[in-house]
């Protein structure tokens, strides 16, 4: 039987018209349930706000602030055993009506799922383009809940959403009026486009992993405007204080600005004119290049010394851009850094994927002694990326799998 990859059926509908086609998420139910019950916890004792991941519970009539009990946890095994518990819940204490449990940006939490969204997009973006801003993940489990957020204005995002459980129907607006409803479940991806207007609806305890990738002009000025505004900040002695002038002000007085304002433009014309903001969008590039889009990225793991016996293995490619004479950008799980001089170049010829090699023999392979401070600092920032793994007898790795699941051909199983 031929198959045809789901990367090229949505490559003919990218960016013209919605599309439902035949993909498994990049992990199963099970995992997905997992990483949400995790990202659930600090929620559980009432709403935290200004951290991701982002946890809302969402009913017929509002969102809940504190929804405690109503979140899931460990005994709650599995999405459907979750749904049973809720709809168990005495009446009036439970979302008799449906619900939502929407989970945003929760993938940094659990590696083994991040690089597999990652290697999912990744794949995606050779056939379509990379998006030059980060894209917003956001896992959901559901059952008899219509969300309408959707059908206000046309959306500045093209969404993905992978159904992983149950069924996710979605009514899209088309501009002459008309309906459209497409109804996707588990196995399969939803498609719309930047400009939709949505409406969907989540049953049978359905369970998804959405991706949106910004399309809005206004969302990149957006993001200039902030790596301005952090080169701002970095020339500014700020103590706090907000400045103000006598008022009213004197009849006939010259009324100037506050020198704090005067401050702030002085130091904008500064860091617009100068070369940090360019080499910020370089280093946030190569970042956003080396992770497909996905922000944020994982926190790097333990520090490992290294040996010179330690025998290695590339496992995931290393990203390298030019910046400046002599000099390259290397950005791993997105992440990036900046490294200097012909070694680099010389290292870096040695790390092709799937390689094997031990310390020592990198170093002697690059000109360097076995127990070099430089290459070995490189080696273990790289280890600690996930670039290289640290290979054992019989080709087992050190330390446990990220994530609690094993990844296979970019999914996660479970």
């Excluded at 949400?36 to 706000?49: D, M, Q, S």
């Excluded at 991706?211 to 103590?239: C, F, H």
């Excluded at 994982?298 to 390298?320: T, Y």
């Excluded at 392979?365 to 290289?388: C, P, T, Y």
Aim: overall charge neutral; aromatic content about 6%.
């Amino acid at each position: 039987m031929i198959t045809t990859d789901w990367t090229e059926l949505l490559a003919a509908a990218w960016g013209k018209e919605p599309a439902l086609l035949p993909a498994p998420a990049p992990a199963g139910p099970a995992h997905l349930h997992r990483t949400v019950v995790a990202a659930c916890g600090p929620f559980r004792a009432g709403t935290v706000f200004r951290t991701l991941p982002q946890v809302r519970f969402h009913t017929p009539l509002g969102w809940l602030g504190a929804p405690g009990r109503l979140l899931p946890d460990a005994d709650d095994p599995s999405p459907a055993a979750y749904r049973d518990r809720l709809r168990a819940e005495p009446p009036g204490s439970g979302p008799d009506a449906g619900f939502l449990l929407s989970v945003r940006q929760p993938l940094h939490t659990d590696p083994a799922l991040w690089w597999a969204v990652r290697d999912a997009l990744a794949a995606l973006w050779e056939r379509v383009g990379l998006p030059c801003l980060p894209v917003e993940a956001e896992l959901t489990e559901g059952d008899g809940f219509t969300r309408v957020r959707g059908l206000a204005v046309p959306a500045e995002h093209a969404v993905l959403t992978w159904v992983a459980a149950g069924v996710l129907e979605a009514e899209l607006r088309e501009e002459d009026g008309g309906l459209r409803v497409l109804r996707a479940a588990a196995g399969e991806l939803l498609y719309w486009p930047e400009g939709s207007r949505w409406r969907e609806r989540h049953l049978d305890g359905c369970v998804t992993l959405r991706i949106s990738v910004p399309r809005a002009q206004r969302l990149a000025t957006g993001a200039v405007k902030n790596l301005l505004a952090e080169g701002v900040r970095d020339r500014l002695q700020y103590d706090g204080a907000v400045p103000g002038l006598p008022y009213p002000p004197t009849v006939g007085a010259p009324v100037g600005l506050p020198a704090a304002l005067l401050a702030v433009g002085e130091a904008a014309r500064a860091a617009a004119g100068g070369p940090e903001l360019p080499a910020a969008l370089r280093t946030r590039w190569a970042a956003w290049c080396s992770s497909a889009g996905l922000e944020p990225a994982p926190e790097p793991r333990a520090e490992v010394p290294l040996v010179p016996g330690q025998l290695l293995r590339v496992v995931r490619p290393v990203l390298r851009l030019p910046d400046g004479p002599g000099r390259r950008l290397w950005a791993v799980a997105g992440t990036a850094f900046p490294v200097g001089g012909a070694a680099g170049e010389k290292i870096a010829q040695q790390l092709w994927l799937g390689r094997e090699l031990t310390v020592g023999e990198l170093c002697r392979a690059v000109g360097a002694d076995e127990r070099n401070a430089a290459v070995l600092a490189l080696l273990g920032k790289l280890h600690r990326l996930r670039a290289v793994d640290l290979v054992v007898e019989g080709g087992g790795t050190v330390g446990p799998v990220d994530g609690g699941g094993a990844v296979d051909g970019g999914r996660v199983d479970g």
